[in-house]
């Protein structure tokens, strides 16, 4: 039987993997294991408004002499009055020259990431959560302060007044509940999320800088003092006594062709060399640092959203107490499923498996398995040729991280 064109490139792919991994065997596991986080395109899927739509509420809060605004998501099915669901919070800042609206849009709108938001949280990619989107301008007008604004004010406000994990205003309930707080922002808002890292480590576990380098000693944009300020960076963590990779997490993304990325660049490779404060992988679990890069990527929010969209599903994953989605999930039946055989001829099902290496269930990793990944090679969560029992790694795309996670195992029995 000959092999569909397709099946022949995937599986071509694959065999080649094994061969390089074969050659290069001798080196630490651990080093591919950290692989790179893959910016994977948005779904067109996600672009349609959700029938599961979550809503956009209005707060204000006094800073100084200024009255500020800014806006939250709640989540489709969000109950105010079932306070035995918690929620985890996400807050996401806006770039320079622009405010609190450009995220989400006011009470009714459906802009581009709260339908991709609805969406995932409709498909059971995330789990429901709340999102935030502040504004440092006004108040104290700076992004180098504005986690003073967010700390005192913003936090306390949003996480008592919905049904969040924070317990009170109090700060050593922030600290307590830091493991469901997430922080991250595009251009200026990651200069902002820098700034905030630097300064409430102690109250948010997890940031997204999007295209946009830490200024804290360099006091701008630039390639130069890339060094000293991973050292700084590095120092953040270690003088709160918090330790990789699960008490701090990173995950930073720009465009090969956005303005950021020749600045962003020298901080990134900087900060890998910091092995024993950043564990460089895209496993959220394993490391606590990686750098998407997407190929051709500008400076422009379509990009941005699909930055959010690629981290989103790694928020709140090395977290004690994890928030469950409410959507059905490829969870097994009691309703039998045909195992393929070494030589499938039909795309697999989600079949579950003993051994997640063990794909097609014969009891040991070999070409069977390997020829169930060329099936579906290089597809993506969403898409109709995407199984989940396939992506091994569980990061949403079937590719090399997957080969290479058969090929340490290759030829054995499970």
Same mark, same amino acid.
């Given at each position: 039987m000959f092999l569909k064109k397709g099946l022949k490139k995937g599986l071509s792919f694959i065999l080649s993997g094994i061969m390089v991994f074969s050659m290069v065997a001798t080196i630490n596991l651990s080093v591919f294991a950290a692989g790179e986080k893959i910016y994977r395109p948005l779904p067109n899927e996600y672009k349609s408004v959700s029938s599961k739509q979550g809503t956009i509420e209005?707060?204000?809060?006094?800073?100084?002499?200024?009255?500020?605004n800014f806006y939250v998501y709640l989540p489709n099915g969000y109950n105010q009055s079932d306070t035995s669901k918690k929620y985890n919070v996400v807050y996401l800042m806006h770039g320079g020259g622009e405010d609190e609206t450009l995220l989400f849009g006011g009470p009714g709108q459906n802009k581009e990431l709260k339908v991709i938001i609805d969406n995932m949280i409709a498909k059971g990619d995330i789990?429901?959560?709340?999102?935030?989107?502040?504004?440092?301008? +006004?108040?104290?007008?700076d992004v180098a302060t504005f986690h003073q604004e967010l700390s005192k004010t913003i936090i306390p406000l949003v996480e008592t007044k919905y049904?969040?994990?924070?317990?009170?205003?109090?700060?050593?309930?922030?600290?307590?509940?830091?493991?469901?707080?997430?922080?991250?922002?595009?251009?200026?808002?990651?200069?902002?999320?820098?700034?905030t890292y630097i300064n409430c480590l102690e109250y948010i576990k997890y940031y997204m800088p999007y295209s946009g380098d830490c200024w804290a000693l360099t006091g701008g944009a630039g390639t130069t003092g890339a060094a000293k300020t991973a050292e700084y960076l590095a120092s953040i963590p270690k003088k709160y006594g918090y330790k990789a990779p699960h008490d701090y997490k990173l995950f930073c993304a720009t465009g090969?062709?956005?303005?950021?990325?020749?600045?962003? +660049?020298?901080?990134?490779?900087e900060l890998k060399k910091l092995?024993?404060?950043?564990?460089?992988?895209?496993?959220?679990?394993?490391?606590?640092?990686?750098?998407?890069?997407?190929?051709?990527?500008?400076?422009?929010?379509?990009?941005?959203?699909?930055?959010?969209?690629?981290?989103?599903?790694?928020?709140?994953?090395?977290?004690?107490t994890?928030?469950?989605?409410?959507?059905?999930t490829n969870t097994p039946t009691n309703t039998p499923?045909? #195992?393929?055989?070494?030589?499938?001829?039909?795309?697999?099902?989600? #079949?579950?498996v003993k051994n997640s290496l063990d794909v097609n269930l014969d009891g040991a990793i070999n070409m069977g398995d390997v020829i169930m990944l060329a099936i579906v090679f290089n597809s993506i969560r969403g898409d109709a040729r995407y199984v989940e029992t396939c992506d091994l790694n569980k990061d949403g795309v079937v590719n090399m991280s997957d080969v290479i996670m058969i090929a340490a195992k290759f030829n054995t029995v499970v």
């Amino acid at each position: 039987m000959f092999l569909k064109k397709g099946l022949k490139k995937g599986l071509s792919f694959i065999l080649s993997g094994i061969m390089v991994f074969s050659m290069v065997a001798t080196i630490n596991l651990s080093v591919f294991a950290a692989g790179e986080k893959i910016y994977r395109p948005l779904p067109n899927e996600y672009k349609s408004v959700s029938s599961k739509q979550g809503t956009i509420e209005r707060l204000s809060y006094t800073w100084g002499s200024a009255t500020k605004n800014f806006y939250v998501y709640l989540p489709n099915g969000y109950n105010q009055s079932d306070t035995s669901k918690k929620y985890n919070v996400v807050y996401l800042m806006h770039g320079g020259g622009e405010d609190e609206t450009l995220l989400f849009g006011g009470p009714g709108q459906n802009k581009e990431l709260k339908v991709i938001i609805d969406n995932m949280i409709a498909k059971g990619d995330i789990a429901p959560a709340i999102f935030v989107t502040p504004s440092f301008y +006004k108040g104290n007008n700076d992004v180098a302060t504005f986690h003073q604004e967010l700390s005192k004010t913003i936090i306390p406000l949003v996480e008592t007044k919905y049904n969040t994990y924070l317990a009170s205003k109090s700060t050593e309930d922030m600290k307590a509940s830091r493991d469901h707080r997430a922080f991250g922002g595009f251009s200026m808002g990651s200069v902002c999320t820098w700034y905030t890292y630097i300064n409430c480590l102690e109250y948010i576990k997890y940031y997204m800088p999007y295209s946009g380098d830490c200024w804290a000693l360099t006091g701008g944009a630039g390639t130069t003092g890339a060094a000293k300020t991973a050292e700084y960076l590095a120092s953040i963590p270690k003088k709160y006594g918090y330790k990789a990779p699960h008490d701090y997490k990173l995950f930073c993304a720009t465009g090969s062709e956005d303005i950021a990325y020749p600045n962003m +660049k020298p901080q990134m490779d900087e900060l890998k060399k910091l092995t024993d404060t950043f564990i460089y992988s895209n496993d959220p679990i394993e490391g606590n640092f990686y750098f998407m890069v997407a190929s051709g990527g500008t400076h422009w929010w379509g990009y941005v959203n699909q930055y959010i969209y690629n981290i989103l599903p790694d928020l709140f994953k090395d977290t004690p107490t994890n928030t469950p989605t409410n959507t059905p999930t490829n969870t097994p039946t009691n309703t039998p499923t045909n #195992t393929p055989t070494n030589t499938p001829t039909n795309t697999p099902t989600n #079949t579950p498996v003993k051994n997640s290496l063990d794909v097609n269930l014969d009891g040991a990793i070999n070409m069977g398995d390997v020829i169930m990944l060329a099936i579906v090679f290089n597809s993506i969560r969403g898409d109709a040729r995407y199984v989940e029992t396939c992506d091994l790694n569980k990061d949403g795309v079937v590719n090399m991280s997957d080969v290479i996670m058969i090929a340490a195992k290759f030829n054995t029995v499970v």
